[in-house]
């Protein structure tokens, strides 16, 4: 899978972020491949994950949608607005989409961010760099 720390600039965050990311810390490489974006402080303002699947990844994104609602006790609203079908889950406050055979998470740490309008404009950025 594509690099999580190489598919969004400081930059494109920064015009959405409440607080500003100055640093970006490779929390996994290889496959999912996971990129926190952090402040002056170290805190996280934004979670990127990254995952290829080599088959039926609709189903895999259900499968983790499904297990996204048990854990939160809670509904997810189906987006198709981003990537080839996504979810937003306003429990855990995270945006997951497919596109081609990659699984995308974006999560934002930043209370004010914590919404679906910030998530999915962060998360359509992502999809552009993403190959199909």
Do not use: H
């Amino acid at each position: 899978p594509p690099n999580a720390c190489e598919v969004i600039t400081v930059d494109e965050i920064n015009t959405i972020a409440a607080s500003k990311v100055e640093r970006v810390q490779p929390q996994k490489t290889g496959n999912p491949s996971q990129c926190g974006f952090l402040d002056s402080r170290k805190a996280a303002v934004l979670v990127i994950s990254i995952r290829e699947v080599q088959y039926a990844v609709k189903d895999e994104l259900f499968e983790e949608k499904s297990q996204v609602e048990k854990i939160y006790k809670t509904r997810s609203k189906d987006l198709d607005t981003v990537g080839d079908g996504g979810y937003w889950n306003a429990a855990n406050k995270q945006l997951g989409f497919r596109k081609g055979k990659m699984i995308v998470n974006v999560t934002f740490s930043t209370p004010k961010n914590q919404n679906e309008l910030d998530t999915s404009s962060i998360a359509r950025v992502v999809e552009t760099k993403i190959p199909k």
